[in-house]
C-alpha cells in the first residue's frame, strides 16, 4: 500500500484526488496538507487531520500537488530534502518554476504534466503529426474555457498546445481563453483551410478525470529512479 500525501487538499482538484484515493485499496491516505493561515488547517478529512507542516512529506511513499506555482516550489524542497516520488500537476508555473521541478527531478521522480487526462495526452501525441501533413496553408488557433475562479490564462494544457503545434509548423499559435461559470475544462484546437474547418476539441465533464490521471501516474512513479516524466510515459 502507498502512504500518499496530498497538497491542497480542500482545493478543488485536491479534494477529488482524496475522495479516489481513500477508495482505491492500493492507497492509505498520510498527509493532508494546506497552506498557513487557511481555516482548513486541524480540520478532520475522514480520520486525517489537515496539516500545514510539509515536513510530513518525510512520512509519505509519494507526494501530489495540485496547488499554486508558488506553494509547488516550496513543497518541491521538501520533496528534494526527503527525496520522496512526486505527481505535480499545478499550472501557471514560470519558467523559473518549472526550472525547480527540473532540479527536483534530478534528486526524486517527478511526473509533471499541465493536464493528467489521458486523453489529452493523446492528443498531445497527434496533433503535431495532423498540422505537418496539412501543411502551412492550415491557419491555426486554440480556444480554451474553464471556471471564472481560475486564476491563469492561457491554461497550461493550451500552452502545451500552442508549443507543439509552433514546433510543428514554425508559426505563433494564438490562444484566446474564456473564463465563465463553473466550467471544468474545454479545449478547441482549430484548423482552417480555404475550403474547409477541422476541429478537434476535448471537453472534460469531472475533476475526477484529472485525479484518476493522478493516481494512475502515482502507482507508474513508484520504484522509478530519479528524474522527470511526464504522462506520456505512465501511459507508454
Request: one cysteine or more; hydrophobic letters at 40%.
Amino acid at each position: 500500500m502507498i502512504k500518499l500525501g496530498i497538497a491542497g487538499v480542500c482545493g478543488r482538484m485536491g479534494r477529488r484526488i482524496f475522495e479516489l484515493a481513500g477508495k482505491d485499496k492500493d492507497f492509505e491516505i498520510t498527509l493532508a496538507l494546506e497552506k498557513k493561515g487557511t481555516p482548513f488547517i486541524g480540520r478532520d478529512l475522514q480520520g486525517i487531520k489537515v496539516s500545514s507542516n510539509a515536513d510530513g512529506i518525510f512520512l509519505v511513499d509519494l507526494f501530489i500537488d495540485f496547488t499554486t506555482p508558488q506553494a509547488t516550489v516550496e513543497n518541491i524542497e521538501y520533496v528534494c530534502r526527503y527525496k520522496k516520488p512526486a505527481v505535480i500537476g499545478t499550472t501557471g508555473l514560470t519558467k523559473e518554476q518549472l526550472l525547480k521541478i527540473e532540479e527536483a527531478s534530478r534528486i526524486a521522480p517527478v511526473v509533471y504534466s499541465p493536464n493528467m487526462s489521458i486523453g489529452v495526452n493523446i492528443l498531445f501525441s497527434l496533433i503535431s503529426e495532423m498540422a505537418k501533413r496539412l501543411g502551412r496553408d492550415y491557419s491555426l488557433e486554440i480556444v480554451e474555457a474553464h471556471h471564472s475562479k481560475k486564476v491563469d490564462a492561457p491554461s497550461g494544457t493550451a500552452k502545451k498546445f500552442a508549443q507543439i503545434l509552433t514546433e510543428a509548423t514554425e508559426k505563433k499559435i494564438p490562444v484566446h481563453s474564456i473564463r465563465l461559470g463553473d466550467i471544468v475544462g474545454d479545449h478547441t484546437i482549430i484548423f482552417c483551410g480555404n475550403s474547409e474547418r477541422i476541429e478537434i476539441k476535448h471537453q472534460a465533464h469531472s475533476r475526477d478525470l484529472f485525479a484518476a490521471g493522478a493516481l494512475k501516474a502515482a502507482k507508474w512513479i513508484m520504484g522509478k529512479p530519479a528524474g522527470l516524466y511526464s504522462i506520456k510515459d505512465v501511459l507508454a
